[in-house]
């Protein structure tokens, strides 16, 4: 695709429920990236993976995080156990390599009610 | 550790340049420096980067110092959809904090 594609771009879920949320990268990047954005904030970095592994998985904010990415493209970040303070908006990310310009998706507007 | 720091809200009237200022005293001699913005909850869109020569294009000018300790983000003739968060980026995937600039008519 022309750009970052990301899904669902809303979702709403109850607080323990588990979500995934979905990652198409610009076709040929090799890094990616996940961030998040509580409202009003700034970009919080989450992880970033160069092809299928994560070199940097440091702003994972706790277990309940986990993400992979498969075939070197698409990538899905999967949160266990909703809180309520997981309501935030999910941005992916990609870019040619580590280092060169990124380019966001719209994110994934997650809401834990 | 956002290696960036910049000033948390600036306005500036419709028209007139908006400089957006950018510190990166720790920038190391091969890192790029990148700037993005972001309108309203949307991805963020990348605006423009340099190495240390200054750089134009469409969208604005960046003036990067001597030193590459700190740049200059200039949007010559602000309009009220330049209304954004600027973010500038030196290390790796990192971003600081922002810029809110509010463009006033």
């Known amino acids: 695709g022309a750009g970052v594609s990301q899904s669902p771009s809303n979702k709403v879920t109850e607080k323990g429920k588990d979500v995934e949320l979905r990652c198409d990268p610009i076709s040929g990047h090799t890094a990616l990236y996940w961030y998040r954005q509580s409202l009003g904030q700034g970009l919080e970095f989450l992880i970033y993976?160069?092809?299928?592994?994560?070199?940097?998985k440091s702003g994972l904010p706790s277990d309940r995080f986990s993400a992979e990415r498969t075939g070197g493209s698409v990538s899905t970040l999967t949160i266990q156990r909703t809180q309520q303070e997981d309501s935030a908006v999910y941005l992916c990310?990609?870019?040619?390599?580590?280092?060169?310009?990124?380019?966001f998706g719209e994110g994934s507007w997650l809401t834990v009610v | 550790d956002a290696k960036t720091t910049q000033p948390p809200s600036m306005d500036c009237a419709e028209g007139r340049a908006a400089n957006l200022p950018c510190n990166h005293s720790?920038?190391?001699?091969?890192?790029?420096v990148y700037w993005y913005r972001q309108i309203h909850s949307q991805g963020p869109q990348y605006i423009i980067h340099?190495?240390?020569n200054n750089e134009t294009n469409e969208m604005a000018s960046l003036i990067i110092t001597e030193d590459r300790k700190s740049s200059t983000l200039i949007l010559p003739h602000a309009t009220l959809r330049d209304t954004a968060v600027y973010y500038c980026?030196?290390?790796?995937?990192?971003f600081g904090t922002g810029t809110r600039l509010k463009v006033l008519a």
């Open positions: 993976f160069q092809g299928n592994s994560a070199p940097d």
């Open positions: 720790t920038i190391s001699g091969n890192e790029y």
């Open positions: 340099g190495l240390k």
């Open positions: 990310a990609s870019s040619f390599d580590s280092g060169n310009t990124i380019y």
């Open positions: 980026r030196t290390y790796k995937y990192i």
